[in-house]
C-alpha cells in the first residue's frame, strides 16, 4: 500500500511538472524577416470554439504588433493557423509487494501484484504559418502543443502560454545568441 502511494504522489508531481506546452518553430534560412512589416490573415484557426478562435488570433495579433507588424490587406506576410485535437492513451502500472520475486521466510515463492490502468486524455496542437505574400512560399512555422486542460481557464492559459513561448524568438535572428 505504502508503495502505490507514493506512485501516486510521483505521478502527480511528474504530471504538475509538465505543464507548458511543448513548442517548436521553424523557418527559411533565406527569408529576409527584417523587410516584412505588414501581415494578412490568410485562415483563421477552424476547429475550435468562435471564442477560442478569436483569443487565438487576438494574441497572435497582439504579438505580430508588439514586433512592429501592422495588419493590412496587401500585405508582406499571410498567417494562417489551424486548430487540431488528438485523443491519446497512456499506461500507469503501479507496483505492490515485492519488486522481485523469490523465495520467502518460512517457505514458498512470494511475487509482487502489478494493477494497470489506461488514462486517455485530448491534446491540442495550435500550428501558425506564415507566407511571404508576393513570392508564395513559407516562410515560418510555430506548433505548440499539449493536453487539453479540464476549465476554461486553464485552456486559456495553455493557449496563451503557447502563444507567448512561440513567438518569444519572432522574428528569427532577433533574439540574442544564446
Known amino acids: ?59 497572435i495579433d497582439a504579438k505580430l504588433q508588439s514586433k512592429g507588424w501592422t495588419q493590412s490587406p496587401n500585405a508582406d506576410v499571410g ?43 485530448n491534446v491540442g496542437t495550435l500550428v501558425v504559418d506564415m507566407f511571404d505574400t508576393k513570392t508564395k512560399q513559407a516562410i515560418w512555422r510555430g506548433t505548440a502543443s499539449d493536453t487539453i486542460p479540464s476549465s476554461q481557464e486553464k485552456i486559456n492559459a495553455t493557449v496563451q502560454a503557447g502563444i507567448d513561448k512561440m513567438f518569444a524568438d519572432f522574428p528569427p535572428g532577433s533574439a540574442p545568441a544564446k
Open 79 to 121: 498567417v494562417a493557423a489551424h486548430v487540431a485535437t488528438q485523443q491519446q492513451q497512456t499506461l500507469d502500472t503501479f507496483y505492490s509487494g515485492p519488486a522481485w520475486g523469490g523465495y520467502r521466510w518460512g517457505g514458498g515463492w512470494g511475487m509482487g501484484s502489478a494493477t494497470t490502468t489506461v488514462r486517455t486524455y
Open 1 to 59: 500500500m505504502k508503495s502505490l502511494a507514493l506512485g501516486l504522489v510521483l505521478t502527480a508531481v511528474l504530471a504538475g511538472c509538465a505543464s507548458s506546452p511543448t513548442v517548436n518553430t521553424d523557418h527559411d534560412p533565406s527569408a529576409q524577416f527584417g523587410n516584412y512589416r505588414t501581415y494578412t490573415w490568410l485562415s483563421k484557426p477552424e476547429g475550435a470554439s468562435p471564442l477560442a478562435q478569436q483569443r487565438i488570433v487576438a494574441a
